[in-house]
Antibody
Framework: EVQLLESGGGLVQPGGSLRLSCAASGFTFSNFMAWVRQAPGKGLEWVSGISGSGGGTFYADSVKGRFIISRDNSMNTLYLHMNTLRADDTAVYFC???????????????WGQGTLVTVSS | DIQMTQSPSTLSASVGDRVTITCRASQSISIWLAWFQQKPGMAPKLLIYKASSLESGVPSRFSGSGSGTEFTLTISSLQPDDFATYYCQQYNIRWTFGQGTKVEIK
């Protein structure tokens, strides 16, 4: 059974940093992986994605230059390093796994339960 | 960036109703369209991928259609477990979600 378990969320002041982790199990950790967030009471927003090897990384314009996605395939873990955090980064952050149906077109078939990041003074 | 627009934003329906949700892309995305269901406090669940392919384990009352810029999600006979928010998502160029459609009890 695929399991994705996020951790690392919490309360942080504006301008601060936080690192999220997503521990994966139940599948070979070589899929494209992504982070998706959801602000309180709002819709879903794709944040960042990373190829299976880690050599390709992708970012939404809203986080480019502030967030860094990475992965440790030996530890089956995905990370999101978040810097210069702003109030509008407040959200539940989900990690998600690509289904692997079509190379070059990644669709997310498994999701973690999410971790809440609150940016406030 | 590709924008995704869903309609309606809210839909009131009864058990047994046939329900249709529409999603429009700001430019052609071919068939690279997914539908997700999300319940409060839960992660999204993949229902449909590649516009019309049913994800394993998803009931057959869910179906998707369309290509290019116009897509629909249809629930043939609404069940109590189906009251939730539904999102479309394009994955042709990067990934963009629609704003969501809340299906509520009439």
């Amino acid at each position: 059974e695929v399991q994705l378990l996020e951790s690392g969320g919490g309360l942080v002041q504006p301008g601060g940093s936080l690192r999220l982790s997503c521990a994966a199990s139940g599948f070979t950790f070589s899929n494209f992986m992504a982070w998706v967030r959801q602000a309180p009471g709002k819709g879903l927003e794709w944040v960042s994605g990373i190829s299976g090897s880690g050599g390709g990384t992708f970012y939404a314009d809203s986080v480019k230059g502030r967030f860094i996605i990475s992965r440790d395939n030996s530890m089956n873990t995905l990370y999101l390093h978040m810097n210069t955090l702003r109030a509008d980064d407040t959200a539940v952050y989900f990690c998600a796994k690509d289904a692997g149906y079509d190379s070059g077109h990644e669709v997310f078939d498994s999701w973690g339960q999410g971790t809440l990041v609150t940016v406030s003074s | 960036d590709i924008q995704m627009t869903q309609s309606p934003s809210t839909l009131s329906a009864s058990v047994g109703d046939r329900v249709t949700i529409t999603c429009r892309a700001s430019q052609s995305i071919s068939i690279w369209l997914a539908w997700f269901q999300q319940k409060p406090g839960m992660a999204p669940k993949l229902l449909i991928y590649k516009a019309s392919s049913l994800e394993s384990g998803v009931p057959s009352r869910f179906s998707g259609s369309g290509s290019g810029t116009e897509f629909t999600l249809t629930i043939s006979s609404l069940q109590p477990d189906d009251f939730a928010t539904y999102y479309c998502q394009q994955y042709n160029i990067r990934w963009t979600f629609g704003q969501g459609t809340k299906v509520e009890i009439k």
